[in-house]
């Protein structure tokens, strides 16, 4: 099999994915099922394994609402697996996968992986997304998301306590996306503040009381 990010691959990819549930999409297939979406892909930093990963859609879409970003929609499943501003997961499952294949036996191979995984609905649909992450996550990899999932269960007071502890630099995140805050008002040069995710979505739980009567109505 040819590197994974080669367009061999993702040709073969597309061809396989074409006409089935699947959506396919760089080194990835995804669909959704029900209000989860579910992906396999390359696990990531284990050259030679493929993964699989799950998480809630909705999840995105407060990421979005938390950045202030309003032009980035997803186009499909597969978007919440290989775009920016969307929530990082662990992989929940791994397997090793053959370097002798052809683009279109790995192509296939994933394909087929990824719909073992999914028909185990109790691999993916976890209702403690802590429970899910790896032993060592000292490098604060899914602080974001554990926030989001907080948000997402509106469990207020312990999403505060993460983006507290980060905001003051007590707790360490590895992986911080940033945004301009566009509520607030301009500089002389009119310029807006560009604050980490932690500092946005203390903001947001002070600022969006409505969000989810907006999201209910949907």
């Known amino acids: 099999m040819s590197d994974h990010y080669a367009p061999a691959f993702f040709s073969k990819l597309e061809e396989q994915a074409a006409g089935s549930d699947w959506t396919a999409r760089y080194q990835h297939v995804a669909q959704q099922i029900g209000d989860w979406v579910v992906a396999a892909g390359p696990d990531i930093g284990q050259p030679g394994r493929i993964g699989f990963y799950a998480k809630p859609a909705v999840w995105d879409t407060i990421l979005r609402s938390v950045m202030q970003i309003t032009d980035i929609v997803p186009t499909d499943p597969a978007f919440h697996f290989t775009r920016s501003f969307t929530c990082p997961v662990p992989v929940l499952r791994s397997v090793e996968i053959d370097p002798g294949l052809t683009d279109a ?7 087929q992986f990824a719909e073992t995984c999914a028909a185990r609905r109790e691999i993916w649909a976890y209702t403690s997304f802590d429970a899910t ?21 509106r469990q207020w007071t312990a999403a ?12 360490y995140a590895g992986y911080v996306l940033a945004s ?3 509520q607030a008002a301009p500089d002389d040069e009119n310029r807006r503040p560009s604050l980490s995710f932690f500092h946005l979505a203390l903001l947001w739980m002070d600022r969006q009381p409505s969000f989810w009567s907006r999201l209910l109505r949907r």
């Open 105 to 111: 036996d790995a192509a296939a191979a994933l394909i």
């Open 160 to 171: 505060r306590e993460i983006c507290r502890g980060v905001v003051s630099g007590q707790t």
């Open 180 to 182: 301009v805050d566009r």
């Open 133 to 153: 992450l790896p032993q060592d996550v000292s490098n604060g990899e899914y602080l974001m998301t554990q926030v989001i999932d907080r948000l997402h269960r």
